[in-house]
């Protein structure tokens, strides 16, 4: 094995080893643990070394790296840091409370993420801690009408049986179903009817994560209704069956398209690199002399790029100090003299053209662009 592989496995085999240790120390040695649980305890210690080996393995590359580490670095400048703590909790809060990133994308994609996002965290919030024993419930001595919440094995909170309290807790799962089962729907819906989403889309990074998690919620509600209203008819057949989905979803989990789940959170230090940026010094084009990014950015892409090998080498500098704008003039140059041949070659270089051209915007405006922002302040005038 390479450096980067033995790193990333000493690194998922601690993170399982603290998961364990946690589920030891939670569940007071396993005296308040499920053994019927045991099997979505191992799924989730698989998933806890694969997930963190495969990150591990990701912020090794050459630009994940120097983004993380940037992104790091430029957060706690001192300089910068209040106002980055500022657009921290605004941040956190627009993009991954209110999915305001997606929502920008349309309403009903929006609407759709929304669902599954919270249904899923209430899931996790809920099962994860009964799994591992952290949570259990006791009924009081000499009450069996009141129930007593332990955490980590101590005494939280008691609340009567029959109390909306309860109601909501023991039915949380059922709440969280609901909504992912909704969410489900609705990107179900514009997966078979959005023209651009047909096109692209595939089934394993589509629709199995949406199979997925309708198999989840639809069998975790079946159980509900089976010892609810149904007398616990096919109550250990619609167990095992909802054990084999949930299972299967966390050994699946570290190599889907639910890792973005993980390498999301990530972007918020690539935000915080191009605002330091953005405020700190400009890069000026060497053919143009105008501002189209930070200094910061331009170094780093130099120094990513010798690390990968490439090189972009120019008799006055790198390639990386020409704007975009001035990179689509040069092209349009170097095509032009090799249609013309030589002859032209020869004239530019004795002085007969002292025209420096310029390319201009393909679209009618820069709202148009796929960079959205970016188009104007990477693409001047």
């Not at 912020?59 to 921290?88: D, E, M, S």
């Not at 993420?113 to 919030?125: D, F, Q």
Request: charge should be positive; include cysteine.
């Amino acid at each position: 094995m390479n450096k980067e592989t033995i790193k990333a496995t000493a690194w998922g085999l601690s993170v399982a080893l603290v998961v364990a240790a946690l589920i030891l120390a939670g569940s007071r040695n396993l005296s308040h643990f499920d053994a019927a649980l045991v099997g979505y305890t191992f799924a989730v210690l698989f998933a806890a070394f694969a997930i963190t080996y495969r990150y591990a393995m990701w912020l090794q590359r050459p630009p994940t790296a120097i983004y993380w580490k940037r992104g790091w670095q430029v957060f706690f400048r001192p300089r910068h840091l209040a106002l980055n703590i500022v657009n921290w909790f605004k941040r956190v809060t627009s993009e991954f409370v209110l999915n305001a990133f997606i929502f920008r994308r349309g309403r009903a994609r929006g609407g759709a993420h929304s669902l599954i996002m919270w249904g899923c965290v209430i899931a996790t919030a809920i099962t994860f801690p009964l799994t591992f024993g952290w949570i259990h419930f006791e009924t009081l001595p000499g009450d069996l009408t009141w129930y007593r919440a332990y955490v980590f094995g101590f005494p939280a909170f008691s609340f009567p049986l029959e109390s909306w309290m309860a109601f909501l807790i023991f039915h949380g799962l059922v709440w969280a179903s609901f909504l992912v089962i909704a969410g489900v729907m609705l990107a179900m819906r514009r997966r078979m009817r959005d023209h651009g989403a047909v096109a692209l889309q595939q089934f394993g990074e589509d629709f199995l994560p949406l199979i997925l998690l309708f198999a989840v919620s639809i069998t975790g509600l079946m159980l509900t209704a089976s010892y609810t209203w149904m007398k616990g008819y096919a109550y250990d057949f619609l167990a095992i069956l909802h054990a084999i989905t949930v299972i299967f979803t966390l050994l699946w989990l570290p190599f889907g398209k639910f890792f973005h789940i993980f390498q999301r959170p990530a972007q918020l230090g690539v935000s915080f690199y191009k605002d330091v940026g953005a405020r700190e010094e400009l890069a000026l084009c060497r053919r143009c002399g105008q501002a189209f990014t930070s200094r910061l950015h331009v170094e780093d892409l130099i120094q990513v790029e010798k690390q990968l090998g490439y090189k972009y080498e120019m008799e006055d500098g790198h390639y990386q100090w020409i704007c975009p704008r001035c990179r689509r003039a040069m092209l349009v140059l170097a095509q032009g003299r090799l249609w013309e041949g030589p002859s032209s070659t020869d004239a530019t270089e004795a002085g007969v053209s002292s025209v420096m051209p310029q390319s201009s915007f393909g679209n009618p405006q820069t709202d148009f662009g796929p960079l959205g922002e970016e188009d104007r302040t990477n693409f001047h005038p």
